[in-house]
């Protein structure tokens, strides 16, 4: 999965790696793409804490202390290091409406 190889190459497995690591997910990304490499990164390393924020809004990694960012579009500071780890269609899908009567 390509989440997994992103989150493999930003940790070396030569390395024991202990403490809190700072996260911020959008909560539909956490579930369907990051989950499965956050299991696997617990378990590679038992002696790590994750703390996750599960939110969309914008704000500053450092202000804000965070490790790590996963967001969604394109992004909007140049400066900080970023790398794409999924494609995820989106469509937008709805009922009709129950009487003809009612302006969409």
């Given at each position: 999965?390509?989440?997994?190889?992103?989150?493999?190459?930003?940790?070396?497995?030569?390395?024991?790696?202990?403490?809190?690591v700072?996260?911020s997910?959008?909560?539909?990304?956490?579930t369907?793409?990051l989950?499965?490499?956050?299991?696997?990164?617990?378990?590679?390393?038992?002696?790590?804490?994750?703390?996750?924020?599960?939110?969309d809004?914008?704000?500053?990694?450092?202000?804000?202390g965070?490790?790590?960012?996963?967001r969604?579009?394109?992004?909007?500071?140049?400066?900080?290091?970023?790398?794409?780890?999924?494609?995820?269609?989106?469509?937008?899908?709805?009922?009709?409406?129950?009487?003809?009567?009612?302006?969409?």
């Amino acid at each position: 999965m390509l989440a997994e190889q992103a989150v493999a190459a930003v940790w070396d497995d030569r390395v024991a790696l202990s403490g809190t690591v700072r996260l911020s997910l959008p909560p539909d990304i956490a579930t369907a793409v990051l989950a499965p490499a956050l299991i696997g990164f617990k378990t590679r390393y038992p002696d790590a804490t994750i703390e996750m924020t599960l939110a969309d809004r914008r704000f500053s990694l450092i202000e804000e202390g965070y490790d790590l960012l996963v967001r969604m579009g394109p992004v909007a500071d140049s400066e900080l290091m970023f790398r794409k780890i999924a494609d995820l269609p989106r469509a937008l899908v709805a009922s009709p409406p129950s009487s003809p009567h009612i302006p969409i």
